[in-house]
């Protein structure tokens, strides 16, 4: 175990990513398990606050963030310093992410439907850099041999290809499969041969005029998102907790305070 280590993470200077990835992951656990104990009234924890204003965990998660992105910039990719920026990267970005729904909406949205962007965001993030670190780069350039690494063309044609599969898949309202790839080659190819989602701006564009084609885009969304709905909802609760079905606070844009009734005049 400690030759592969050395072989393949601390000698290609992988070492910071890796420890950035564990504080991220190790990050975001600590804090759900925390928020959830403060939402069940368990344990000695409970809100920040200050002044009446409540400190959500993001804003040290952005200080954490640019202190440790900062930090990792000025620093090379080996020694002490280098893998105490990348934890403290890790830390921040765990935080922040962990309330990346906040952040979208500007509503405190932790424990509601919406707050279910936050875990589905954490997730992916965790994966593709996963995929990072095991050996997979964006648009697979580091995959080819290095006589095709002296062929420019070939280069510039290998992530030409991927980029646009991707950015297909990305317009056709295949995010997942978009993201992931960017880190492996071709998987972006699954998204931009399929039909799009009735949603998505390529539906709004190339749909539009085609009735039958929007249809059974309309069909094939439906059907997926009832066979991966119910798996995807569980595995998100299980992780971060199950939403409320009437959150306390809600977005003051969605129930605005209704009028007073008038008063009738009295009677002389």
Same mark, same amino acid.
């Given at each position: 175990?400690?030759?592969?280590?050395?072989?393949?993470?601390?000698?290609?200077?992988?070492?910071?990513?890796?420890?950035?990835?564990?504080?991220? *992951?190790?990050?975001?656990?600590? !804090?759900?398990? %925390?928020?959830?104990?403060?939402?069940?009234?368990?344990?000695?924890?409970?809100?920040?606050?200050?002044?009446?204003?409540?400190?959500?965990? *993001?804003?040290?998660?952005?200080?954490?963030?640019?202190?440790?992105?900062?930090?990792?910039?000025?620093?090379?990719?080996?020694?002490?310093?280098?893998?105490?920026?990348? %934890?403290?990267?890790?830390?921040?970005?765990?935080?922040?992410?962990?309330?990346?729904?906040?952040?979208?909406?500007?509503? @405190?949205?932790?424990?509601?439907?919406?707050?279910?962007?936050?875990?589905? *965001? %954490?997730?992916?993030?965790?994966?593709?850099?996963?995929?990072?670190?095991?050996?997979?780069?964006?648009?697979?350039?580091?995959?080819? !041999?290095?006589?095709?690494?002296?062929?420019?063309?070939?280069?510039?044609?290998? %992530?030409?290809?991927?980029?646009?599969?991707?950015?297909?898949?990305?317009?056709?309202?295949?995010?997942?499969?978009?993201?992931?790839?960017?880190?492996?080659?071709?998987?972006?190819?699954?998204?931009?041969?399929?039909?799009?989602?009735? @949603?998505?701006?390529?539906?709004?564009?190339?749909?539009?005029?085609?009735?039958?084609?929007?249809?059974?885009?309309?069909?094939?969304?439906?059907?997926?998102?009832?066979?991966?709905?119910?798996?995807?909802?569980?595995?998100?609760?299980?992780?971060?907790?199950?939403? @409320?079905?009437?959150?306390?606070?809600?977005?003051?844009?969605?129930?605005?305070?209704?009028?007073?009734?008038?008063?009738?005049?009295?009677?002389?």
């Amino acid at each position: 175990m400690g030759h592969w280590l050395e072989r393949n993470i601390v000698e290609p200077g992988k070492l910071p990513l890796l420890l950035a990835l564990t504080a991220f *992951v190790l990050t975001f656990v600590v !804090t759900r398990v %925390v928020t959830r104990m403060i939402r069940a009234g368990k344990g000695p924890f409970g809100n920040v606050e200050t002044g009446g204003l409540h400190i959500h965990h *993001v804003v040290p998660g952005v200080v954490l963030t640019v202190f440790g992105g900062f930090g990792a910039v000025a620093s090379s990719r080996h020694g002490f310093g280098a893998a105490a920026f990348a %934890v403290v990267f890790g830390i921040g970005a765990g935080l922040v992410l962990d309330e990346f729904a906040l952040i979208l909406h500007l509503h @405190d949205v932790y424990w509601s439907e919406a707050g279910r962007k936050s875990v589905e *965001v %954490v997730v992916i993030t965790a994966a593709l850099v996963g995929l990072m670190l095991a050996g997979f780069s964006p648009f697979g350039v580091d995959d080819m !041999t290095e006589g095709e690494l002296q062929s420019r063309g070939t280069v510039i044609a290998t %992530v030409a290809v991927n980029f646009l599969l991707s950015l297909m898949a990305l317009s056709k309202g295949k995010i997942r499969i978009a993201l992931f790839g960017v880190i492996v080659p071709f998987v972006a190819l699954i998204g931009a041969v399929r039909l799009a989602r009735p @949603d998505s701006c390529w539906a709004r564009r190339f749909y539009r005029h085609r009735p039958r084609a929007l249809s059974r885009a309309g069909l094939r969304a439906r059907r997926h998102d009832r066979r991966w709905s119910g798996p995807l909802r569980a595995f998100q609760d299980w992780i971060g907790g199950r939403p @409320d079905p009437q959150p306390a606070r809600l977005p003051e844009h969605q129930e605005p305070a209704s009028p007073p009734p008038p008063r009738r005049p009295r009677p002389p």
